[in-house]
């Protein structure tokens, strides 16, 4: 008798992810990722279209662009790894309008400094994606920041030979450390920086010409890091919370004309991006004194160094641009272990950051304006309620399009719960908020005595430069 039973339909086209993981997922939520330009989808919607390595999920989510222009993503239930293309078509007609980045009139010699940590596994991915850049005139500069062996190094010197990538060891932990040391080896009028767990987009240093030819104030061009990798309940969580990864909408920011939307402004610093996908003009670094080297992850504060350059440069009276044409794929932290710990170093970095701007009598007088919402947030969650769409009455400092419409959360309100995670799961994020908003407290002292470290180390350095002069 012959099978007649149906069979599933072949795929004409094949989506590849922007980050490859080493084994399928055990969790039953777990969304596989990619991207694609609006022009490749295919006109026929019976066509079929696949995923590569789709074992294990039930959904897609896709960040959809119009050639560099992100319009937006888009989640689709999978069947046997397969959707069609009048799906897809369907899901894409809700989108927004794409707002294309402007065209540079020349692309500027770009530095991009990586600092990395006894993470060569990762960074090997990382540099392969950069040496692949669409761009004509650029250097990658690897800092190894007190490493505990020679990976790293080894790493740099024998597999990557392209005399676009050097090598710099900085011995002091610290990553505000590490990227002054980056800067400082930089040779180029533009300097980048990215993380060792990232793949950056091909057109990632071209996006960011055009964030700073948007203005001859530009000292600052942030990106959109996007999600690589939804594999376990901790990533999705982690995903639902962050702003930066839902960053689509191009912004400048001047201290001269505050956003009508943010009452937080210029302190409302998830708006501005993070610390993995950003760039500045070399000559505002240097006159800015380079990166707090008492906050960042290696230090007692645990973070902070990115959103206290964001907003230094704002408040130097400057322009700082999101451009999320500039896209980098950021893998996230993927058990609940790891993402109590990034808590920890999140709250406990802008608890020390806000003690900054406290004890500087200009930043203090302007942060007292805006305290009553910045405490509602920070506690009660009552600037990080959901808006309607357009609502411009809400500043949340986490906030941003998702592909359901907007979502909103802070430390102390829980975002939805994640699809597919157990009940221990629920318990375990419950304790990771309250151990975040706990740290936030922990920065305060945490900054002062960062704050000491830096100066008698600086102090040392002083005396040492001394003593050799004498003998010299």
Not at 53 to 79: I, W
Not at 94 to 121: G, I, M, N, Y
Request: aromatic residues 6%.
């Amino acid at each position: 008798m012959p099978d007649t039973a149906p069979r599933p339909l072949q795929p004409r086209v094949v989506l590849r992810r922007p980050m490859a993981s080493d084994a399928a997922p055990t969790w039953s939520g777990a969304v596989w990722v990619g991207g694609l330009d609006v022009r490749d989808v295919p006109a026929d919607a019976d066509t079929v279209i696949g995923l590569d390595a789709s074992d294990g999920h039930a959904t897609a989510r896709l960040l959809v662009r119009d050639g560099t222009a992100p319009l937006g993503f888009v989640d689709l239930p999978l069947q046997d790894g397969t959707f069609t293309a009048g799906a897809l078509r369907r899901a894409i007609s809700a989108l927004p309008p794409a707002e294309h980045p402007p065209v540079p009139v020349r692309l500027p010699s770009t530095s991009v400094v990586l600092c990395t940590r006894d993470r060569a596994d990762q960074l090997e991915g990382a540099l392969r994606s950069l040496l692949a850049l669409d761009h004509p005139d650029f250097e990658i500069v690897v800092v190894d920041n007190a490493p505990s062996d020679e990976s790293t190094r080894d790493l740099v010197t024998t597999v990557f030979t392209d005399p676009r990538v050097r090598y710099v060891r900085e011995p002091t932990p610290g990553l505000s450390t590490a990227r002054n040391a980056g800067v400082r080896a930089a040779r180029h009028e533009i300097v980048a920086f990215t993380d060792d767990d990232v793949v950056v987009d091909r057109g990632w240093l071209r996006a960011i010409a055009s964030g700073f030819s948007r203005g001859a104030d530009v000292d600052c061009v942030s990106g959109l890091v996007a999600s690589g990798e939804l594999r376990t309940p901790a990533q999705r969580y982690f995903d639902d919370r962050v702003t930066w990864s839902r960053n689509l909408v191009p912004r400048v920011y001047r201290l001269a004309t505050p956003p009508a939307d943010r009452p937080l402004f210029p302190f409302s610093v998830g708006d501005y991006g993070t610390g993995a996908n950003f760039a500045m003009r070399r000559d505002a670094l240097t006159r800015l004194g380079g990166f707090d080297e008492a906050l960042g992850v290696g230090t007692v504060t645990g973070g902070g160094e990115d959103i206290d350059m964001f907003s230094r440069v704002v408040l130097a009276g400057s322009a700082l641009v999101v451009e999320p044409a500039a896209l980098v794929w950021h893998r996230h932290r993927a058990d609940v272990r790891a993402l109590r710990t990034q808590a920890a170093g999140y709250g406990t970095g802008l608890g020390a950051w806000l003690t900054k701007t406290a004890l500087r009598p200009r930043t203090l007088g302007m942060a007292l304006v805006r305290a009553p919402r910045a405490v509602r947030h920070l506690l009660v969650g009552e600037a990080m309620r959901p808006a309607a769409a357009g609502d411009p009455t809400t500043d949340p400092i986490a906030t941003g399009p998702t592909p359901t419409g907007p979502t909103t959360t802070s430390p102390a309100t829980p975002p939805a719960a994640v699809v597919g995670a157990d009940a221990a799961f629920e318990r375990e994020v419950a304790r990771v908020r309250w151990v975040e908003l706990w740290a936030v407290a922990r920065g305060v002292g945490r900054y002062a005595r960062s704050r000491r470290t830096v100066l008698a180390r600086a102090a040392a350095l002083q005396r040492a430069s001394g003593a050799t002069a004498v003998r010299s």
